[in-house]
Nanobody, 126 residues
Framework: QVQLVESGGGLVQAGGSLRLSCAAS????????MGWFRQAPGKEREFVVGISWNGGSTYYKDAVKGRFTISRDNAKNTVYLQMNSLKPEDTAVYYC???????????????????WGQGTQVTVSS
């Protein structure tokens, strides 16, 4: 069992930055692929970024490439999402997710992940 707790969301002006954190419980954190998804009002939850169990591979939604960076610290059981040059269309609830044995080919799929955090709101004003 893995419990995930996100933090770091908030209100920021367009062009600003935020850093989200996801703290995980459990001693097997370093076995999990981690992902960040987001859900805007009236829209489906969508993949944003992902990172392999050892940080060796990262995956990004095209719309955030060059602006967002995912990283992880397995010693601290934490994954981070650095978001720069934020845009109003980045406004959403951001969810952290953990999946065991996620094949790179399905890392963007909601169904590939076993555990989810409660979400943190990110609001970007224009």
């Amino acid at each position: 069992q893995v419990q995930l707790v996100e933090s770091g969301g908030g209100l920021v002006q367009a062009g600003g930055s935020l850093r989200l954190s996801c703290a995980a419980s459990g001693r097997t954190f370093n076995s999990y692929t981690m992902g960040w998804f987001r859900q805007a009002p009236g829209k489906e939850r969508e993949f944003v970024v992902g990172i392999s169990w050892n940080g060796g591979s990262t995956y990004y939604k095209d719309a955030v490439k060059g602006r967002f960076t995912i990283s992880r610290d397995n010693a601290k059981n934490t994954v981070y999402l650095q978001m720069n040059s934020l845009k109003p269309e980045d406004t959403a609830v951001y969810y952290c997710a953990a999946g065991l044995g996620v094949h790179p080919g399905i890392v963007t799929r909601y169904s590939a992940y076993d555990y989810w955090g409660q979400g943190t709101q990110v609001t970007v004003s224009s």
